[in-house]
C-alpha cells in the first residue's frame, strides 16, 4: 500500500541490461518514485552530474565503468547518498563498501525493502503488503 508523501523522492538506477532496467524503472515508479536510468556507468556518471538522487542503484559488472566506480565517485561527492549494489555474481560483494547489496535475481520484494530501509519513512510503504 502507498501512502501519499509530500515530496518525491528520485531514485537513479544504472544497468547495461536493458530489461531489468526497464523493470526497475516500472516498479519504482509504480510505487511512487522518481526514476531516472542510465544504460551504463559513464551514462550514469554524467546524470549524477547534472541531477541529484535520495538514492542510487547500481549493478557492478558493467563494461567501460563498472558499479565499484560509480560508488566511488558518488562517495567522493556525496558521502550520505546511499548506493545499492545489484550483481548476478555475489563474490563481487565479498569486499564490497556499497550501502546494500542485492543479490540478482532478486524478487520486488526483497529491492522494496533495501530502498525502504534507507528511504524509511519518506515513502510509506509496506513490503510485505504485496500491492506493488
Known sequence: MLISSPKLYKILVIDDELPILRLLNKLLARIGFLVDVAENGKAGINKINQNSYDLILTDIKMPEVSGDEVLEYVKSKNKSIPVIGMSGTPWLFEQHSFDAILNKPY??????????????????????????
Not at 520484494?109 to 513490503?127: A, H, S
Open 107 to 132: 524478487n520486488n520484494q526483497e529491492l522494496v525493502e533495501v530502498v525502504n530501509r534507507f528511504l524509511k519513512g519518506k515513502l510509506g510503504i509496506d513490503p510485505h503488503d504485496g500491492s506493488f
